[in-house]
């Protein structure tokens, strides 16, 4: 199998949504863009956002089962996928690639 990294290349906030729409929170998403997880045999790495790993696991095993090629040539590498996490109002871009990391 396969690692995979996962790492945080964009984080956004709709400033205008959440005043607009979301109740106040007294936690927020920690990831910070440059912060990178090694996903191992197809599993959601330790201490990863929930929300987001349920966003991205399809791709995730896919990558890590030897598969890729999403979508008939998405992606200039086609190990790898460009997949945002499921928030509407702080979504995180993440690019997730096949690694020999640990």
């Not at 959440?18 to 191992?40: Q, R, W």
């Not at 791709?59 to 086609?78: C, I, S, T, Y």
């Amino acid at each position: 199998m396969n690692n995979i990294k996962i790492t945080a290349v964009r984080k956004t906030e709709y400033q205008d949504l959440m005043e607009k729409y979301e109740n106040p929170i007294l936690h927020a998403c920690d990831i910070a863009v440059g912060d990178t997880f090694i996903s191992k045999n197809g599993e959601k790495p330790e201490g990863f956002c929930q929300s987001a790993w349920e966003s991205m696991e399809y791709f995730v095993e896919e990558l890590a089962q030897g598969r890729g090629n999403f979508f008939d040539g998405w992606m200039k590498n086609p190990m790898s996928a460009m997949i945002s996490c499921n928030d509407g109002f702080r979504p995180v871009s993440f690019l997730i690639e096949v690694t020999n990391e640990n």
